[in-house]
């Protein structure tokens, strides 16, 4: 199977800063990743697919790139509306496997 | 917008089957190209996907449920289900059904049901 690791695992940033996390894939995966938001007790959301292609309805703010296997997941202006954990997601070849999550707070 | 809704017993015994429904909004469900998957999620830890059907009734599963998933699907009913045997305590969890793009974009979610596996 694939390893998805996320980092940080968990992040408090101001409103209005900019938020990074990444994705390293344990082996390549061309540009073949996802990524959900995930709102407490709320089931995940689909936010970029195709490592950085936007799903219909989700703001800008929201973007992602990279290929292979180091991929970045941005939050350009974060928001009070963005507390959730985001995961990334591959599908170089099944089994479909996700990241560990990064909590992202508001400070 | 597709909605999904799962349905289940909430406590399932150890050693026992572990059954969900998950019911598709109506004109969705006969989309060609299209999977549904089950995914679950136990409290405080990542999702893991369990496997993914087509309307055609074609499965894949995850290697690590394999001998013990079973997914099927009702187009006729507009739903599909998970049956999980031979459970124990490390199959609490919340579980979500989940259309999947391509087969490998799951675009949209259910709610989530918690099957708690206790005596």
């Known amino acids: 199977d694939i390893q998805m690791t996320q980092s940080p695992s968990s992040l408090s940033a101001s409103v209005g800063d900019r938020v990074t996390i990444t994705c390293q894939a344990s082996?390549?995966?061309?540009?073949?990743l996802n990524w959900y938001q995930q709102r407490p007790g709320k089931a995940p959301k689909l936010l970029i697919y195709d490592a950085s292609n936007f799903e219909a309805g989700v703001p800008s703010r929201f973007s992602g790139s990279g290929s292979g296997t180091d991929f970045t997941f941005t939050i350009s202006s974060l928001q009070p509306e963005d507390v959730a954990t985001y995961y990334c997601q591959h599908y170089q070849f099944l089994p479909l496997t996700f990241g560990g999550g990064t909590k992202v707070e508001i400070k | 917008q597709v909605q999904l809704q799962e349905a289940g017993p909430g406590l399932v015994k150890p050693s026992q089957t572990l059954s969900l429904t998950c019911t598709v909004s109506?004109?969705?469900?006969?989309?060609?190209?299209?999977?549904w998957s089950w995914i679950r999620q136990p409290a405080g830890k990542e999702l893991e996907w369990i496997g993914r059907i087509d309307s055609s009734g074609s499965t894949n599963y995850n290697p690590s449920f394999e001998s013990r998933v079973t997914i099927s699907v009702d187009t006729s009913k507009n739903r599909f289900s998970l049956r999980l045997s031979s459970v124990t305590a490390a199959d609490t969890a919340v579980y979500y059904c989940?259309?999947?793009?391509?087969?490998?974009?799951?675009?949209?979610w259910g709610q989530g049901t918690l099957v708690t596996v206790s005596s």
């Open positions: 109506a004109g969705f469900f006969s989309t060609g190209n299209y999977y």
């Open positions: 082996q390549d995966i061309s540009t073949y």
């Open positions: 989940a259309t999947t793009r391509r087969g490998v974009i799951f675009d949209f």
